[in-house]
């Protein structure tokens, strides 16, 4: 699948059937996921999600000043 399919198919995946993009850390790296599925998203693609439109961020960030590690699509 190419670039732009994942992305189409991540975005498809969080406005059908409700999954939200999540940001973990192992090993100090930022690791993407869909939340159900589990499935491992590239950290470009997940910046090419988190910049739609389409998607907000649920505010759930550990500390203040730095990104929310759950998204969802409205």
Known sequence: MNRGGTKQ??????RVEGEALTL????????WRLMCS???ISPRTAQHIINSVD????NDALFSD???Q???AR
């Open 66 to 68: 730095v990104c929310s």
């Open 38 to 40: 589990g499935r491992r």
């Open 55 to 58: 998607v907000q961020p649920s």
């Open 9 to 14: 198919a991540v975005l498809h995946a969080m």
């Open 70 to 72: 759950t998204y969802v």
């Open 24 to 31: 973990a850390f192992e090993d100090g790296k930022p690791v």
